[in-house]
């Protein structure tokens, strides 16, 4: 059997803002190019550049510079998000902890994401169901 790539991919509204909380969200990933110095982002490294908007780049790209993790794709697509996702991520920050020791890292991880744009849904024994700033679910366990 062949082994293959695995990437991920998000469709979004505002490829950079997903992606930049994903970035932080998960740490080790980076943007496979820095933004050119003097440029906050590519949006006003294009606006420099007199890109036209219709001609730019509708996505983003997020490779892991510490380990072998996926690449995650973050896609502009025109549609809202209207339905639950049928498939998500686990931000996995407690693994062998069991107890408060387990409830306390996962709340200051939660916290931490909510800094970040994140929102909670729901809270449950053993993990907290969460929102990116585009309402993509995930969990924190």
């Known amino acids: 059997m062949t082994a293959f790539d695995l990437h991920i991919v998000f469709d979004c509204a505002d490829p950079e803002r997903v992606a930049q909380f994903w970035r932080a969200a ?3 990933y980076d ?4 933004v050119p110095d003097g440029f906050l982002t590519w949006e006003d490294w294009a606006d420099a550049q007199q890109i036209p908007v219709d001609k730019r780049p ?4 997020l490779v892991d510079k510490v380990r072998d993790r996926p690449d995650i794709f973050f896609l502009q697509v025109p549609e809202e998000k209207l339905f639950k996702n049928r498939l998500h991520l686990d931000i996995k920050v407690a693994p062998g902890l069991a107890g408060d020791d387990r ?4 709340d200051a991880e939660v916290d ?13 024994d053993d993990l907290v169901v969460m929102q990116d700033p585009e309402s993509n679910e995930f969990c924190v366990a």
């Open 26 to 28: 998960l740490g080790g």
């Open 112 to 124: 931490r994401l909510i800094e970040l744009g994140a929102t909670v849904l729901r809270r449950a």
């Open 31 to 34: 943007f496979p190019m820095p």
């Open 103 to 106: 409830r306390t890292a996962i």
């Open 58 to 61: 509708t996505g983003r790209t």
